[in-house]
């Protein structure tokens, strides 16, 4: 009786996933933090990697039967380094939050002052106190920031890093649309000897494209990151080092392991190194387009009346942009009727907002668009259809219609080897029969 009511669940639960993904294959995901993985890393997520530990370094390992486990560490080490142009790897951290807390680990004691952003004006939970700082037990320092250029204003900041003189100073944000001003701001760093850090989370992609900025090259040693955002690789995170100081290399490592993980998800660090070979010969012209369908995004949004942030700067120089949706009903009502018509985005705190709560924003994003080969004529198109739900009041049911159709066209993989219609059908993949 249980034995069959559980089969009758697993199936279940195998119908709900299959449901989600045929919804995502025709819908517009414009979540700013998601993406796509190509159909070799995928591949290598269901491989056997998945069943098995790995702890300590390649060749140091605390268990048997990592030969290959090793090769493929090495291999991904070495990759990273090229792809971020850099002399340090680790690629153990799970996730961007595991890797922000193995830098405060590595980098912070108890008790230190850590320069960050405010979190209305774009900064990550892992930064505030009710977050990994808190964990940590470090206050943040927060920089003085420019609503209307959408970045840290350099003059006040400069003004608060002499006066409260933090030992970090963490540049990172999850509303990110222009590139930290990093080099105007190290002589300041240097004055003050604080560390710079730098949480490329969302940008890591732009940042391996050699699109964006080089924070490893203008003023910071670390740069934190998730492997899933922009960069379209695996759910999984990495910290990335330009610096011969042998004792902050150890430090990093070993708040790696084993400070924050055991575990490392071999599984995920094997479909990492096939992101990052295939960044390297396809990340340049991905984050072009990225950019460029971001930017496209804006303009044809501002010029159908939506109030688009930081016009005056072209909207945005990342993957994002950032719309004030307060006449339209505010973020949650916004995102909540997109999601309808199957246009999905989020709500997001705007600098200025008036509480928490309520947040004014919708925050978007073009690279898994741009993975599936859409470009600025189609991110037109995507503006046209958001404006038809949140102006022009026509049914979300109706224009959900018109979402599938311009999908449809759009079921290709991108900016990868093997590229093709199967990358988007996981189930498929894995062979198993049909509930
Ligand atoms: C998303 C994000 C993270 C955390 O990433 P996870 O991989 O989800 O743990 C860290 N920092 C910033 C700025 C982010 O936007």
Redesign the pocket.
């Known amino acids: 009786m249980v034995e069959s009511e559980m089969e009758a669940t697993v199936h279940r639960i195998r119908q709900s996933v299959r449901e989600h993904s045929k919804w995502f294959e025709d819908s517009l995901p414009l979540i700013a ?1 998601e993406n796509l993985v190509s159909p070799y890393a995928k591949e290598l997520m269901i491989s056997d990697f998945h069943s098995r530990y790995a702890e300590g370094l390649p060749g140091e390992r605390y268990y048997e039967g990592n030969r290959w486990v090793d090769e493929v560490e090495i291999e991904c080490l070495k990759l990273a380094q090229r792809v971020f142009r850099c002399n340090f790897a680790d690629v153990r951290p799970i ?4 890797a ?1 807390i193995a830098v405060l680990k590595a980098l912070t004691e108890a008790g230190d002052r850590v320069g960050s952003c405010r979190l209305a004006e774009g ?2 939970i ?1 930064s505030a106190s009710f977050g990994a700082f808190g964990i940590r037990g470090v206050k943040p320092v927060h920089y003085a920031w420019d609503p209307k250029l959408m970045q840290l204003d350099v003059d006040g900041t400069r003004r608060i890093l002499l006066e409260e003189r933090p030992k970090t100073c963490l540049f ?3 509303l ?1 649309l222009f590139p930290f001003p990093l080099k105007e701001l190290a002589p300041t760093l240097q004055e003050i000897g604080a560390r710079g850090w730098y ?1 490329g ?2 940008v890591l992609g732009l940042i391996g494209g050699g699109q964006f900025q080089d924070p490893l090259h203008e003023g910071c040693t670390v740069l934190s990151a ?1 492997t ?2 922009t960069f379209p690789g695996p ?1 999984h ?1 990495i910290i990335l080092g330009e610096t011969q100081d042998e004792d902050i290399r150890k430090k990093l490592q070993s708040a790696s392991f084993p400070g924050v993980t055991s575990n490392h998800h071999l599984h995920t660090m094997a479909g990492l190194a096939v992101a990052l070979a295939e960044h390297l010969a396809f990340g340049e012209e991905y984050a072009k387009a990225t950019i460029a369908n971001a930017r496209a995004l804006g303009q044809g949004l501002q010029e159908r009346g939506f109030e688009v942030l930081a016009a005056d700067r072209g909207f945005t120089a990342s993957h994002q942009v950032a719309v004030r949706v307060g006449k339209e009903g505010g973020g949650e009502s916004a995102a909540k009727l997109l999601e309808k018509a199957g246009i999905v985005v989020n709500k997001n705190l705007l600098p200025g907002d008036k509480s928490p709560k309520f947040p004014e924003g919708l925050r978007l994003g073009s690279q898994e668009l741009t993975r599936v080969g859409m470009g600025p004529s189609e991110m037109t198109r995507v503006a046209e259809l958001i404006d038809a739900v949140l102006h022009q009041g026509r049914s979300p049911d109706e224009v959900r219609e018109e979402v599938r159709e311009l999908k449809r066209g759009f079921t290709t993989l991108r900016y990868c080897f093997a590229a093709g219609e199967a990358a988007y059908r996981y189930y498929d993949l894995v062979g198993l029969p049909s509930a």
Do not use: C, P, Y
Request: proline letters at 0%; hydrophobic letters at 20%.
């Open positions: 933090s996730s961007g939050t595991v922000n900064g990550h892992s990172g944000l999850s990110f949480d989370a969302h998730s899933h955002k759910q995170g």
